[in-house]
């Protein structure tokens, strides 16, 4: 654990420096290749004059939005085909085909149909993540043991309460997963989509950046949004996942 | 109160063919008995008591509690399975209030009596460990404080103490036969192991290898609490195995047989 820390410490430390010496011996200009003070500073100016928190507060909104639909719609679609071999059989294996395509591709058909406005971006999101999170479901509720269904009907779950009781928590570890998954296929999905056509948010910040030549300004939002992507796995997932790591104990985690 | 498996018979699909399971198996258990079922390895004591239980259906025959006809499952006939099937994302205490949560009985009562059951299997300290923090005792404890906690009137074990240690399942055994005397439930015990099923029941129904067919049943008089090493049991034993012998030995070579034919 310490030596862990150590070698980061020294591994990072030891990048900056090579960094700050290819900066300032100036082998490239500064507008292309600056330097880690540089970028410091239009960090610090971004989070100031508050463009910083308006990206990452339209962005947030955005993949909330996004990604609670697609968790929604996706864990409820999972359960369906699960439950109705008819809708296994039809949508399950479209949801299968739907979920290999790479989600930027949905973003002609949704310029098309929405135009360049935000139903198009959590059309986007949504279409990037919701069939991860449909096959993950399926997956965890065909994969229950068999024997915590018979062990839930001997003592009275019916249906509902055995689909509620038994099924989905015995599906947990799969189904997290699968949320897991979908999340980072939708923050991708949200920033391509900022990127390439919408405004505000911090995929758009990285394309003004661009527009404007501020190099440090571009390094700066992309630390931003890697520290986002970290955040999140590391409080909401990782947290979600020791959750069920301590219950289950470490070895049945699927 | 009785217990009437009336010439239940029962198959399975097997290889486009059909592997005959039980063959007219017709045994009657008193209400307030503690019944064994012993017999080698495959010869259907699982398919048996999931007919009692109402998992499964019979392909002819039937079984009555109480004159009334098994046809489902049933509150009144509480299965405590091989593979006990504890639920690993809830607590013990949590483990043991789930059927009575299915009953809908409140938070709190189902608290108390879980608690109370508990108690009964000595587990009260452990109520908020997880499933995956027991040893294979305590597991099979908390099965048992879980079915108990419905109040059925019929319990069907099977093989709960294979996997266990002497020692723990001594004291195991020792326990549940404490529990059945206060308790006064109709206990279906299954067991591969003769010496288990004399030292614990009132009768042993012995069946043969597959399909399984009743042999004989035993009757068991001796005193109680018994403990296996008991002298008197040694005889009683003995009688049954002697009878077992050849169905062991039939299986095996049926199992080896099949296997060389593959
Ligand atoms: N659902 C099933 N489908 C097909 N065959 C089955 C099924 N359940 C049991 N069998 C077969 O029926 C036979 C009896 O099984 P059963 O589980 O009742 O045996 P058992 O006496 O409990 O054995 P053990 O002591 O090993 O637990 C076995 O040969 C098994 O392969
Ligand atoms: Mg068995």
Same mark, same amino acid.
């Given at each position: ?165 038994? *099924? ?59 520290? *986002? ?26 | ?262």
């Amino acid at each position: 654990m310490k030596t862990r820390f150590v070698r980061q410490i020294l591994f990072y430390g030891i990048l900056l420096a090579i960094w700050e010496g290819l900066a300032l011996a100036q082998v490239w200009p500064g507008y292309i290749f600056p330097s880690p003070l540089d970028v410091l500073r239009s960090l610090a100016e971004g989070f100031r004059d508050s463009t910083f928190w308006v990206a990452i507060g339209i962005s947030l909104r955005r993949i909330a939005v996004g990604y609670g639909i697609s968790v929604i719609l996706g864990g409820l679609l999972g359960l369906l085909i699960s439950r109705f071999s008819v809708v296994k059989d039809t949508v399950g294996n479209l949801s299968l085909g739907l979920q290999t395509l790479p989600s930027i591709c949905w973003l002609p058909l949704a310029l098309l149909w929405f135009g360049i406005n935000e139903r198009a971006i959590y059309f986007v999101v949504i279409m990037g993540s919701m069939f991860s999170i449909t096959m993950a479901t399926h997956a965890g509720v065909r994969n229950v043991q068999p024997i915590f269904i018979k062990a839930g009907r001997n003592l009275g779950a019916r249906r509902i309460t055995l689909f509620r009781e038994v *099924i989905i928590p015995a599906a947990m570890p799969s189904i997290l997963a699968g949320l897991k998954q979908g999340w980072s296929f939708s923050w991708r999905s949200l920033m391509a989509g900022e990127l390439l056509f919408v405004n505000l948010g911090l995929g758009h910040l990285l394309m003004m950046g661009r527009e404007l030549n501020d190099m440090s300004r571009v390094i700066a939002v992309m630390i931003v949004i890697a520290a *986002i992507s970290i955040l999140t796995d590391k409080f909401i997932f990782g947290t979600a996942e020791s959750h069920l790591q301590r219950k289950w104990g470490l070895e049945t985690k699927t | 109160m009785s217990l009437i498996i009336d010439h239940v018979s029962k198959s399975f699909p097997n290889q486009n063919k059909t592997l005959p399971v039980l063959r007219d198996i017709h045994l009657e258990i008193q209400g307030g008995e503690f019944f064994c079922i012993a017999g080698p390895s495959g010869c259907g004591k699982t398919t048996l008591l999931n007919i009692i239980a109402g998992l499964e259906p019979a392909d002819s025959g039937t079984t009555t509690w109480n004159g009334k006809r098994i046809d489902h499952i049933g509150p009144e006939r509480l299965m405590i399975f091989q593979e006990l099937g504890l639920f690993p994302w809830l607590t013990v205490l949590q483990n043991v209030e789930f059927g009575l949560k299915m009953k809908g009985i409140s938070a709190k009562e189902r608290r108390k009596t879980a608690l109370v059951h508990l108690e009964m299997v000595h587990l009260a300290k452990f109520k908020d460990a997880y499933i995956h923090e027991l040893s294979g005792g305590m597991k099979q404890r908390v099965a048992l404080a879980r079915a108990l906690a419905m109040d059925p009137q019929v319990l069907l074990m099977d093989e709960p103490f294979t996997a266990l240690d002497a020692q723990t399942r001594d004291m195991l055994h020792d326990e549940l036969q404490r529990l059945w005397t206060t308790t006064k439930k109709t206990i279906i015990f299954v067991t591969h192991n003769i010496r288990e099923a004399v030292c614990l029941g009132d009768r042993v129904a012995v069946l043969s290898a597959r399909p399984g067919i009743l042999k004989n049943i035993v009757s068991v008089s001796l005193p109680r609490p018994r403990r296996i090493e008991d002298h008197g049991l040694m005889e009683i034993v003995r009688v049954i195995l002697e009878e077992l012998k050849g169905e062991i030995e039939k299986t095996v070579r049926d199992e080896f047989h099949e296997d060389t034919v593959r």
